[in-house]
């Protein structure tokens, strides 16, 4: 059983930067494949981001790709989601999940663990 636990949300002005992390438990980071996703008020949860396991591969949406960056540590057993360059429409509950297979799948039906998710507020 895969445990993960979200920290660094927050409130940030437009144009800032926060980091994300995602701590696991019961795995290490670099033997599953984890991603982001996130949910603002009133919509549908949305897909950032994902990386393999191993890391060979990874995959970001649209809206985020340039200004987001995924990474782990290995040795902290955490992943983490950089954000740069941050807008008002950032702004959601921020989501790890995680699934055992290799594929950084954009669809949040695929992941089989879930941190309890992280506020972000951009807004001046």
């Known amino acids: 059983q895969v445990q993960l636990v979200e920290s660094g949300g927050g409130l940030v002005q437009p144009g800032g930067s926060l980091r994300l992390s995602c701590a696991a438990s019961?795995?290490?980071?670099?033997?599953?494949?984890m991603a982001w996703f996130r949910q603002a008020p009133g919509k549908e949860r949305e897909f950032v981001g994902a990386?393999?396991?191993?890391?060979?591969?990874?995959r970001y949406a649209d809206s985020v790709k340039g200004r987001f960056t995924i990474s782990r540590d290995g040795a902290k057993n955490t992943a983490y989601l950089q954000m740069n360059s941050l807008k008002p429409e950032d702004t959601a509950v921020y989501s790890c999940a995680a699934r055992s297979r290799l594929d950084p799948s954009r669809s949040p039906t695929d992941y089989d663990y879930w941190g309890q998710g992280t506020q972000v507020t951009v807004s001046s």
């Open positions: 990386i393999s396991r191993g890391g060979g591969i990874t």
């Open positions: 019961g795995s290490t980071v670099n033997s599953i494949t």
